[in-house]
């Protein structure tokens, strides 16, 4: 696929940190591109920035994802490239913890919240599938671009906690493996269709929360640097931003999951 003004595409969880650099990376290239974002007020100031459209959407929510297609659509046309990249932690407001745990005071037993580990599987695998498929149902309306048949690609973004999950991350383990695990199924499901699917793992990246740990704990900051094999540094989210590209470029990237991590292998803790 060659990225130009001819192409339109969609980041979810654009307004900042991976999903931003993504969008830089486009609109440098001239592509069209809609930030979807829970946020008004950064998505509304990255749009500005970087000459995209802000569509102000909660991924967990139908009715706001399926009125985002149509509103990024109106303005840019039917995208043909999906870049997933919203999703989290935890839901605002709430934590993770083992799956059972004993009070040091009492000994006695705590069972990981089912609620948040539901809320936390909704965020991420949930809302990533919802926009993959609202987002297909749109690119298989269009007609082949090239001769191999291609009519878009969609890049997800998961973690490498998906494989490496640490001590307490037992939602957001289960929610990034879980985007890795549809990978393949869906690039399968929609190969008659001329639509590719990818996921990136990335390892510990410096956005936003990571930089404001380098103010708040320095020392912390610096020993998530080393733990780096090479480069001995977090990950910037523009070379996040320049693998998506190169997955949407190469029409033969297809069903794969790929680690962007510096050979990180996350301990337990």
Known sequence: MILDSSISAVVTGGASG??????????????????????PETGQKKAAELGAVFCQVDVNDEAAVEAGFAAARAANGQERILIACAGGSRPTGVGGGKTVSRNKETGEMVRHSTDIFERVLRLN??????????????????????????????????????????????????????IAGMTLTIARDLSSEGIRVNTILPGIM???????????????????????????????????????????????????????????????R
């Open 18 to 39: 991976l999903g931003a650099a993504t969008v830089k990376a486009l609109r440098d290239l001239g592509v069209k591109v809609a930030i979807f974002d829970f946020n």
């Open 125 to 178: 695998a949930v809302g990533t599938f919802r926009c993959i498929t609202h987002s297909a149902a749109g690119m298989m309306a269009l007609d082949p671009m090239d001769e191999d048949g291609c009519r878009g690609a969609i890049v997800n973004t998961g973690s490498v906690a998906a494989q490496d999950g640490q001590i307490g991350q037992v939602a957001y383990s289960a929610a990034k493996a879980a």
């Open 206 to 268: 410096a956005t936003p929360p990571m930089e404001a740990m380098r103010e708040r704990s320095p020392q912390v900051y610096a020993g998530l640097n080393a733990s780096v094999p090479f480069p001995r540094r977090l990950g910037k989210p523009e070379e996040f931003a320049d693998l998506a590209l190169t997955m949407c470029r190469n029409a033969y990237f297809n069903g794969q999951v790929v680690r962007l991590d510096g050979a990180i292998r996350m301990p337990p």
